[in-house]
């Protein structure tokens, strides 16, 4: 089938690796980066015990070489679905195609959050509180919490208005939302902080090894989206979206008004719900 039959353009020849076809292995690149994360971390907590697997450098290594790969591969992953060639591709019609994809990676992020708390739940049926717990909801944390919650509706406020055409307004939203995701990932690390080195709470006890767990994985997701919502604003100022191109907005947009509802739910789960 020649080029000018194909209505994909030929073959995907600048997927990675070359000549692979219309696929890519940056989606594997990315799940072998995260696997790293966790594993580093986790190796790194029991690096001071009986149990110790590897020195704590190597446990360092590995988190930092997964980081790498995981940041590597997601930039890769983007790109190349996304952002190269744009201005050559006429409207595909895949726009649907691609936030039904991100609804499902959405409904598999639910069953590993559910999987994380049915743990807690499960340790809650012990004896409770397991020991004395530290003030849980601060002024950090319902900070927080409004930063993100007002990042949703700016998030909705720009994708509104690349809708109506106003790039102007789509812009400044934009980077509000941007600049509000970076603030709630800052005040996370500071209560990390508070809680792990001014507090000196037992990272491994019952309550805190479900806290950090969540609260973790949550961050990892917040940073992830910081990271989405930064391509769709430098492209945006390249000026790739318009009132009929806007579908990376859209999907972006799914991704983080969802883990937007999962900060409500560890906040009523974990904060308020941790003395109950």
């Known amino acids: 089938m020649t080029d000018e039959t194909d209505h994909r353009g030929g073959p995907a020849v600048e997927d990675w690796p070359p000549g692979f076809g219309e696929a890519s292995w940056w989606p594997l690149v990315t799940g072998a980066g995260a696997a790293g994360i966790y594993g580093g971390v986790a190796l790194a907590l029991i690096g001071n015990t009986e149990a110790s697997l590897v020195p704590p450098p190597v446990a360092l290594g ?33 726009g649907r195609a691609l936030q039904w994809g991100m609804f499902v990676f959405v409904l598999t992020d ?124 430098a492209r945006a100022l390249r000026g790739q979206f318009d009132e009929e191109r806007h579908t990376a907005v859209a999907t972006a947009s799914m991704y983080w008004h969802f883990v937007d509802a999962v900060w409500v739910f560890l906040v009523v789960t974990l904060y308020v719900g941790a003395a109950a």
Do not use: C, D, K
């Not at 992953?77 to 006429?90: D, Q, S, T």
């Not at 902080?193 to 000196?200: I, M, N, P, R």
């Open 110 to 233: 639910v069953m590993t959050f559910s999987a994380g708390f049915a743990y807690y739940f499960f340790v809650r049926g012990g004896q409770w509180p397991p020991g004395e717990l530290p003030p849980l909801i601060t002024s950090l944390v319902i900070a927080n919490t409004a930063i993100l919650l007002t990042s949703s509706v700016t998030l909705h406020a720009a994708h509104s208005a690349i809708r109506e055409g106003n790039r102007r307004r789509f812009l400044a939203w934009l980077s509000v939302t941007v600049l509000l995701g970076v603030a709630f990932v800052g005040g996370q690390v500071l209560e990390y902080y508070e809680f792990l080195v001014v507090e000196g709470v037992p990272v491994t006890s019952v309550f805190f090894s479900a806290f950090f767990g969540l609260t973790g994985l949550h961050g990892l997701h917040v940073v992830l989206g910081v990271i989405v919502l930064g391509i769709v604003l």
């Open 62 to 94: 590995l988190a930092i070489g997964g980081l790498l790969a995981f940041l590597g591969g997601l930039y890769g992953w983007v790109y190349h679905a996304f952002v190269r060639n744009y201005w050559r591709r006429a409207h595909s019609g895949h």
